[in-house]
């Protein structure tokens, strides 16, 4: 008879357990969320989708001597989901290279070096922990 009570008990803490994580991974994708909408909001600013090809065109000129210009950029995302009884995190980031060509009167040409695509350096990873491990899961941001 002990042997079930003390099933029962077990039983019931791993469920308190798995909730109290479930519900600590809720509210951290919560805070990421808002995090993000901030995010996008200061970047949206920053964004400028409709403006004059003839003023980018001299900008262009003045900034950098030059209407072509060779870019350099690293292109990366991460995030996490939930799948069954594990958090899924994701991280990756590719390297792209090229030019672009600021014109008077039409759009930019944005050419990329396929070379550097195909055979550029990239990183990615996948890491899946088990809900009720997030909380004691310590994860560093690297950034440059």
């Given at each position: 008879m002990s042997?079930?009570?003390?099933?029962?008990?077990?039983?019931?803490?791993?469920?308190?357990?798995?909730?109290?994580?479930s519900d600590q991974v809720s509210e951290y994708e919560e805070r990421f969320r808002s995090l993000r909408g901030l995010y996008d909001r200061l970047l949206s600013d920053f964004m400028v989708s409709d403006f004059s090809y003839q003023e980018a065109f001299e900008t262009a000129q003045n900034f950098f001597g030059s209407t072509r210009v060779q870019f350099a950029g690293v292109d990366g995302t991460m995030y996490s989901r939930p799948l069954f009884d594990l958090m899924i995190f994701f991280g990756g980031a590719y390297a792209a290279t090229g030019t672009?060509?600021?014109?008077?009167?039409?759009?930019?040409?944005?050419?990329?070096?396929?070379?550097?695509?195909?055979e550029g350096a990239g990183v990615s990873s996948v890491v899946p922990i088990y809900i009720n491990e997030v909380p004691d899961a310590r994860f560093v941001h690297i950034s440059s």
């Amino acid at each position: 008879m002990s042997s079930s009570f003390l099933s029962r008990r077990i039983k019931r803490t791993s469920e308190l357990l798995k909730v109290g994580a479930s519900d600590q991974v809720s509210e951290y994708e919560e805070r990421f969320r808002s995090l993000r909408g901030l995010y996008d909001r200061l970047l949206s600013d920053f964004m400028v989708s409709d403006f004059s090809y003839q003023e980018a065109f001299e900008t262009a000129q003045n900034f950098f001597g030059s209407t072509r210009v060779q870019f350099a950029g690293v292109d990366g995302t991460m995030y996490s989901r939930p799948l069954f009884d594990l958090m899924i995190f994701f991280g990756g980031a590719y390297a792209a290279t090229g030019t672009i060509e600021f014109r008077k009167d039409a759009r930019l040409v944005v050419e990329y070096e396929s070379k550097f695509l195909r055979e550029g350096a990239g990183v990615s990873s996948v890491v899946p922990i088990y809900i009720n491990e997030v909380p004691d899961a310590r994860f560093v941001h690297i950034s440059s």
